[in-house]
């Protein structure tokens, strides 16, 4: 069982950073896919960027690539989320979420872990 607690959202103004951290419960974290999604109000979640357990990256075209950068430090069970040249649209609350899958994957139901989100508010 993996338990994930999202930090580091806030209130941003357009063309800031934010670093969002997730922290991870368990032995295995180092065996997970470790993603993160966002979700804005009246909206579905949606995939942001995520790292396999080997380093292996995906970024969202449009919202992360570029501007987002995912890392991870299984020594310290944490994934986290550099969010640079912040929009107003990028306003949402974000979610990490850890999967068995050995690649990286970027659907929502291939995710069994979820945190309980942390919300980033860009202002312009």
């Known amino acids: 069982q993996v338990q994930l607690v999202e930090s580091g959202g806030g209130l941003v103004q357009a063309g800031g950073s934010l670093r969002l951290s997730c922290a991870a419960s368990?032995?295995?974290?180092?065996?997970?896919?470790m993603g993160w999604f966002r979700q804005a109000p009246g909206a579905e979640r949606e995939f942001v960027a995520a790292?396999?357990?080997?380093?292996?990256?995906?970024y969202d075209a449009d919202s992360a690539k570029g501007r987002f950068t995912i890392s991870r430090d299984n020594a310290k069970n944490t994934v986290s989320l550099q969010m640079n040249s912040l929009k107003p649209e990028d306003t949402a609350t974000y979610y990490c979420?850890?999967?068995?899958?050995?690649?990286?994957?970027?659907?929502?139901?291939?995710?069994?872990?979820w945190g309980q989100g942390t919300q980033v508010t860009v202002s312009s």
């Open positions: 368990g032995r295995t974290f180092s065996t997970y896919t």
């Open positions: 979420a850890a999967s068995r899958s050995a690649v990286v994957v970027t659907t929502r139901n291939r995710y069994e872990h």
């Open positions: 790292i396999s357990w080997r380093g292996a990256i995906t």
